[in-house]
């Protein structure tokens, strides 16, 4: 909505199967233009690291960034590579503290270069995201691989929940063509269940 560009990162490559399985559940992301990047942060040969942190590096190069994901994940392991000094707080400290979880209490920027004109901002993790000045016949807008089938519903004012003729809904069922052959699906099972929920959270919202 804000029209800020997204890269999502998937670390701990060396976790093998759930770094292969989490690569595979990323691919409708792929497929919506979201460029993905693996990476491996810990437990690396070095150039296996290196490779993944140089192209990192440049993409964020002169951009303010906001690390966004769950716990655990390898936020602050992140900026303290980036970062030199940064002694961002990781899930080994706090272990080794016996403190619980969440490391990262507060959300911090940080430069990564001298000149300050990069800059990542480490935060704790989100409860939830800002969403609630989005309409929700909006939503669907908003989600590029929903997006890219508006315009086609039997309904201009399709919820593409429940409706006929919902071109959003074939794409999901797996449409045929003409010839009744079948096309590969453009948006994923796991994508529409989101707006599902995305919707009804923010219709909730509207009715109080
Ligand atoms: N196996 C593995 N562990 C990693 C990797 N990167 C980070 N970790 C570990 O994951 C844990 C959580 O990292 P942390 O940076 O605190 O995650 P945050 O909560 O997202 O900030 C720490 O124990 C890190 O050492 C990686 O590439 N592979
Ligand atoms: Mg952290
Ligand atoms: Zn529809």
């Known amino acids: 909505d804000a029209g800020i560009p997204v890269l999502i990162v998937l ?3 060396d976790l093998q199967p759930a770094f292969d399985q989490a690569w595979e559940r990323l691919e409708s992301y792929r497929r919506m233009g979201c460029d993905v990047l693996p ?21 964020l190069a002169g951009k303010t960034t906001l690390v966004l ?10 900026v303290n590579r980036l970062v030199p000094h ?12 016996n403190s619980g979880k969440h490391t990262t209490t ?3 920027w940080y430069w990564v270069d001298e000149t300050r004109s990069t800059a990542l901002i480490d935060s704790p993790g989100f409860q939830e995201f800002g969403l609630n000045h989005i309409e929700p016949m909006q939503l669907a807008h908003l989600m590029p691989d929903l997006r890219a089938t ?6 201009y004012n399709c919820t593409h929940l429940h409706e ?3 071109a959003v809904r074939d794409q999901v069922m797996g449409a045929e ?3 009744g052959a079948s096309k590969e699906k453009s948006i994923g099972d796991n994508r529409y269940r989101i707006y599902g929920e995305l919707f009804a959270e923010l219709s909730a919202r509207r009715s109080y």
């Open 39 to 59: 990476l491996r942060l810990k437990g690396q040969t070095a150039a296996e690291t290196e490779q993944g942190l140089i192209e990192l590096e440049q993409r």
């Open 150 to 155: 508006l315009g086609h519903c039997r309904f």
């Open 86 to 97: 940064a002694k961002a707080l990781t899930g080994e400290i706090s272990r080794a503290l």
């Open 106 to 108: 507060s959300t911090t």
């Open 164 to 166: 006929p003729g919902c």
């Open 177 to 179: 063509d003409a010839g």
């Open 69 to 78: 994901g769950p716990s655990g994940v390898g936020k602050s392991t992140l």
């Open 11 to 13: 670390n701990k490559s």
